[in-house]
């Protein structure tokens, strides 16, 4: 196998229209909600320096990310201002999934019990 540089020809500069629509998708709410998440989840993993796995770290992000998605949906359906799914991005990354997962599961056991 030998190098053709004829192949590579994805360059911004000839399309466009695909950088074009990572933008307008970006600067929509819902997933300026998911990237919060992520980012902050990531600082705030290396913050507490207590997972040093590359691959742990980026399975945190990724979970709060879907988090913050699932969120965001959530978000949409009560009619609320879309805005919030970058707050909620933010609480999701901050708080992190092990202890926001403890949290939905103490509530769902307290509503079980009580039926």
């Known amino acids: 196998m030998h190098f053709n540089p004829e192949r590579l020809t994805m360059t911004p500069e000839l399309y466009p229209s695909v950088w074009a629509g990572i933008w307008l998708t970006l600067t929509q709410p819902l997933w300026q909600g998911v990237v919060m998440a992520m980012a902050i989840s990531v600082l705030r993993v290396l913050y507490e320096a ?30 609320w201002p879309p805005n919030l799914s970058i707050g909620a991005g933010g609480v999701i990354g901050f708080v992190g999934v092990k202890a926001l997962r403890d949290v939905i599961v103490r509530f769902i056991h307290r509503k079980v019990d009580a039926a």
Not at 56 to 74: K, V
Request: charged residues 15%.
């Open 50 to 79: 207590k997972e040093t796995s590359a691959l742990r770290i980026l399975l945190e992000s990724l979970l709060c990310g879907g988090l913050s998605l699932c969120a965001s949906s959530i978000i949409e359906w009560m009619a």
